[in-house]
Each structure stands twice: as C-alpha cells, then as structure tokens.
C-alpha cells in the first residue's frame, strides 16, 4: 500500500484500518509478522510497538494482563504508550497495584478522576490494599461519609492508619469519631493519640444511647451540622509520637 507516508506510517494506516474487520487479529498478523504478545516477549521498551502499528487497543485485543505489563516495562513507559485508567482496570489493575501514596498521582496522570477511582474501592479492605494514608485517601476523593460507607474505620483499619493521621486528614468531630467507631478506646490503637484527639471531643457523646458502630449513611442524607468540633493545636500535634 502506497499513500505517500514512509514505511511506518503506511504500517499504521494499514493495521488502523484492519481494526474494523472481523478477522483483525489474524489479517494484521500478516502485516505486522508478529503479535503484540510476541512484541512484549522480545522487547525491553514500548518505545517502538507504533512502529508496527500497535496501540493500548491491542492489550485488549490480545488480553495483555496489568501483571504482564508491569512487570516487563516502567511505568513511565507504559504511560507514553497510552494506557490509561480504564483500560488499566480492564487488564487487571486492582488497588493492591496503586503503589501507595506516591501512586495517587499516577492513577491521575492516567486520566483517573476521583469518581473513577471510587467505582474501584468497595470497602476499607480495598483502602489496605492501596497503602495510602489518610491524607492520600481524602485527596483522592473520600470523605469522613465515604469512609463510612466503605465499613468501620476503628476495627478495620487498625494497625494501618493512626488517629494522629485521621486528624490531620479529617479532623473528625465528636459525632464524626463515633460514626468511625471510635465511641470507645480500641485495641490496636495509640492510646495517647486518642486520649489527646479523641477522648475529650467524645465525652458528651459517650453516655448517649445511640451509637454508630455500624453506621451507614444513605447516599441522598445531608449532613447535619454537628456541634462539637474538635480544635487541632499545633503544639500538641508535635507532642504526639508514633
């Protein structure tokens, strides 16, 4: 085929326009005399997979896993290449593969927007798996009403996060600590951390029939204005160690 573009450029006219046929797969096989499993298998770099006319479309095609990807190229690589979010998800990125909180920025780099990453965490089990911090999980889109949502931060999330992390995120108020589970000191906890953050925001709460252990919020519920609201100073923030 001759349109007047060098080799390569003819390469990519080619396989782009074989896309629509049934038989792609096959057809472009015969183009390219190589598959993109094939290309993935005896290359270091995606730099040059255009060159043969192959897209982030064909990790699909092919059913190229994240796994596969990831751990053959950088993710600087594979972000060149154009893979992007939801392609990402559809070969099997989870957030056990987010990479902690320098991972945010990635996801974002890939066009993830906080309610696309929010369609993939279903409960704080996903949350442990992504390694953030509470700070990376509220810049990620997540309120306090989120969070419990997604289950009960004080008996799932112990030993993950600290209170003195929650604080610095949130700043949760008296009802907002109930509703996370923390009505009560919990084991597992940095009992220091709650005695100076938690407990003296609680106490009027404390006697108070009504607990919100397993407290769900209906998605349409507005939120109410709460009247204690807990104080951070500085100087005891410094004073609290892990």
């Keep these: 085929m001759d349109i007047g573009y060098d080799s390569e450029k003819g390469l990519q006219c080619v396989v782009n326009f074989l896309r629509n046929e049934p038989d792609f ?10 598959t993109f499993k094939h290309y993935i298998k005896t290359n270091s770099s995606l730099t040059d997979a255009n060159k043969y006319g192959f897209t982030n479309l064909d990790l699909l095609n092919e059913r190229i896993t994240w796994d596969t990807l990831r751990t053959k190229f950088a993710m600087d690589d594979i972000l ?10 559809q070969i099997g990125l989870r957030p056990s593969y987010f990479g902690g909180d320098a991972g945010l920025s990635i996801l974002k780099q890939m066009g993830a927007t906080n309610d696309n990453i929010k369609t993939v965490i279903h409960n704080l089990r996903d ?4 390694a953030w911090s509470p700070d990376t999980v509220k810049n990620a889109g997540f309120e306090i009403d989120d969070l419990l949502r997604l289950g009960n931060v004080a008996s799932e999330m112990t030993g993950v996060w600290t209170i003195k992390q929650l604080v610095l995120a949130y700043s949760p108020d008296a009802t907002e600590w109930v509703k996370l589970g923390f009505k009560y000191f919990k084991e597992g906890w940095d009992e220091q951390q709650y005695n100076t953050f938690v407990k003296p925001t609680t106490q009027k709460v404390q006697n108070t029939e009504q607990d919100f252990t397993t407290y769900h919020l209906d998605v349409k519920e507005n939120k109410t204005h709460n009247d204690y609201i807990l104080k951070i100073e500085q100087n005891k923030l410094d004073l609290v160690k892990f």
């Excluded at 949350?127 to 992504?130: L, N, P, R, S, W």
């Design 25 to 34: 797969t096959k057809r472009a096989m015969k183009v390219r005399k190589m």
């Design 80 to 89: 060149q290449f154009g893979v992007n979010f939801e392609i990402a998800i």
């Design 127 to 130: 949350i442990k798996d992504t």
